[in-house]
């Protein structure tokens, strides 16, 4: 099962606008992490963020987590076509222990930048 | 330096058939997991491996197996193919069991079940 979920599925924007995508999930984590996909490929790591941290740049991403609402957003600034993709967001659930590492995926925002 | 390698790209296989997928993770990552994406289920985790054992497994059927070898690169097999099978199978490695960062995802191998 799902345990992150995306909101919007889907996101149309103009290029230079910003974009933000969020992500809830429903257990108590160790980190929140973002992918990107392109158009069926596989996924690039792009932020992991740990239940300790609200707020973490990376270049033109910004990622917020809230932990008291589940929930965590990603902020792509100046947004170019390139960054047209689907993004997901991963939990590594809290339960998982040091013995495994498992993590859920939610379904991902579909992102359309214009040029 | 190389990342990670998944053969074959593209499969097409018959229902009941088997299938065998490769994964060669990043030099000196011992951890592999296997993932499988579909429009309806999204992604979904099949199994990780650490060190040759395998250290967690999804809910998927007994249909669905793996190992890793000595050099930590990694095999999944689906036996009895079913329609259903038909996915994109992604493997990730990362350097331990539990990092502080992203996995390396592979391209994936996409098999169709006809």
């Known amino acids: 099962s799902q345990q992150g979920e995306e909101d919007p599925q889907a996101l149309s924007i103009q290029e230079g606008e910003n974009a933000t995508m969020n992500c809830s999930y429903k257990?108590?984590?160790?980190?929140l992490q973002w992918y990107r996909q392109n158009s069926g490929r596989g996924l690039v790591h792009l932020i992991l963020i740990r239940s300790n941290e609200r707020e973490k740049h990376s270049g033109r991403l910004r990622v917020t987590l809230d932990t008291s609402k589940k929930s965590s957003s990603l902020l792509i600034t100046a947004s170019r076509a390139a960054d047209t993709a689907s993004y997901f967001c991963a939990t590594d659930p809290f339960y998982s222990g040091a013995g495994s590492y498992q993590l859920t995926f939610g379904k991902g925002t579909k992102l359309s930048v214009i040029p | 330096k190389a990342g990670v390698t998944q053969t074959p790209r593209y499969l097409i296989k018959t229902r009941g058939q088997q299938v065998t997928l490769s994964c060669s993770p990043i030099s000196g990552h011992r951890s592999v997991s296997w993932y499988q994406q579909t429009p309806g289920q999204g992604l979904q985790f099949l199994f990780e491996?650490?060190?040759?054992?395998?250290?967690n497994k999804g809910n998927f059927p007994g249909r669905f197996s793996g190992r890793q070898f000595s050099n930590s690169r990694s095999e999944m097999n689906v036996s009895t193919l079913e329609l259903g099978d038909s996915a994109l199978y992604l493997c990730?490695?990362?350097?331990?069991?539990?990092?502080?960062?992203?996995?390396?995802f592979g391209s994936g191998t996409r098999l169709t079940v006809v």
């Open positions: 491996y650490f060190s040759e054992t395998q250290r």
């Open positions: 257990t108590s984590i160790n980190n």
């Open positions: 990730a490695s990362s350097l331990a069991l539990k990092p502080n960062y992203g996995y390396t």
